[in-house]
């Protein structure tokens, strides 16, 4: 994401300076071409004009979500660190109560999707504290402010901003009531606006797709996405690997694009991974900084790449599936 100079530069070419000095950032279709533009094409799609205009014009510039988009902690933060926020015994305790709240509609969404509770738990609990903190950024605000005056993704979050619009026209709610994270993503899983459209399930029946208060819906949403993103029924996510001190030249890791290399790779690399593997099942491979400043080698499956859809980072990736398994250690203990 773009440094303070890029985003101030984007504010200046963006018209936001005049005269010298700055002036409020106006989203009012009248006083903003782009958001006219963007206004006349989702009235030629079938949004109200009266309607979107007066969204528009309560949209609010909001600076501090261009600088968080500078600092994710999934860039700054190495993995025994990151791992520190997500695996604490509350959150794993109230991962376990989670799914005993939901008992039927985890596994309704198990035995559709074929996603386990705790991975379908895990990502709520990462994501929002299993509903608990669901963000508290207006998302009309961080997303017009991002399709508008980020330096380098404005396009991408011009189509979140429309789709959201959309979404909030199509279910009776307010625009401006919708709270979110400081990137636009909504309700119990955190899901950005395309994805809602595209994921998003009634999983109860009752003619909603409510992500933002309904978390039965929010279950089966969350095990949807994996299931449309390739999750295999019944395989694993990772295995515990064996490695060199140092890294080996020969393999990519840590990445979270499809996997390629495959497990005779990995090992003929000097990454022996401790469950026997098919020679040409395609792994990830992984090193995750210790606090010791060792390593702990893993080789992800296809299930890992999947859950790295969810958020294009392999610390987050790997915090889900610990999390996961300590929640599903729980839920076993207390059975």
């Known amino acids: 994401m773009g440094v303070a100079g890029k985003v101030v530069g984007s504010l200046a070419l963006a018209g936001w300076c005049s005269a010298g000095w700055a002036q409020e950032a106006h989203f009012s279709?009248?006083?903003?071409?782009?958001?006219?533009?963007?206004?006349?094409?989702?009235?030629?799609?079938g949004l109200p004009r009266d309607w979107l205009e007066d969204a528009m014009s309560q949209a609010t510039f909001e600076q501090g979500v261009l600088d968080a988009m500078a600092g994710a902690a999934e860039r700054r933060l190495r993995w025994f660190e990151y791992r520190d926020i997500f695996l604490t015994d509350e959150r794993i305790e109230q991962g376990a109560a989670f799914?005993?709240?939901?008992?039927?509609?985890?596994?309704?969404?198990?035995?559709?999707?074929?996603?386990?509770?705790?991975?379908?738990?895990?990502?709520?609990g990462v994501e929002t504290y299993y509903g608990r903190f669901k963000g508290n950024h207006r998302v009309l605000d961080s997303l017009a402010t991002l399709a508008f005056h980020h330096p380098q993704r404005g396009r991408f979050f011009r189509g979140e901003l429309a789709a959201f619009l959309a979404i909030t026209h199509e279910q009776h709610v307010d625009p401006d009531s919708v709270y979110g994270s400081y990137a636009g993503a909504m309700g119990y899983p955190q899901f950005?606006?395309?994805?809602?459209?595209?994921?998003?399930?009634?999983?109860?029946?009752d003619g909603l797709r409510?992500?933002?208060?309904?978390?039965?819906d929010a279950i089966g949403s969350?095990?949807?996405?994996?299931?449309?993103?390739?999750w295999q029924r019944g395989e694993a996510i990772y295995h515990e690997a064996d490695g060199p001190e140092t890294l080996p030249?020969?393999?990519?890791?840590?990445?979270?694009?499809?996997?390629?290399?495959?497990?005779?790779?990995?090992?003929?690399?000097?990454?022996?991974?401790?469950?026997?593997?098919a020679p040409e099942l395609a792994v990830v491979p992984l090193a995750l900084e210790m606090s010791d400043d060792t390593r702990r080698y893993r080789l992800g499956e296809f299930n890992f790449y999947v859950i790295t859809r969810y958020n294009h980072s392999h610390l987050y990736g790997m915090a889900v599936t610990e999390l996961a398994e300590a929640i599903h250690q729980r839920v076993e203990e207390a059975s």
């Open 192 to 205: 950005i606006p395309t994805s809602y459209q595209a994921y998003a399930v009634d999983f109860d029946g």
């Open 249 to 277: 030249d020969a393999l990519a890791f840590n990445q979270t694009s499809r996997p390629t290399t495959t497990a005779d790779q990995a090992a003929n690399a000097g990454v022996v991974s401790h469950d026997t593997l």
């Open 29 to 45: 279709p009248a006083q903003n071409a782009d958001v006219e533009a963007l206004v006349s094409e989702l009235s030629d799609e």
């Open 99 to 124: 799914i005993d709240a939901h008992k039927d509609a985890m596994q309704r969404a198990e035995e559709t999707y074929g996603v386990p509770a705790e991975v379908i738990a895990a990502i709520i």
């Open 210 to 216: 409510d992500l933002w208060e309904n978390p039965v």
């Open 222 to 230: 969350v095990a949807n996405y994996f299931a449309e993103h390739g």
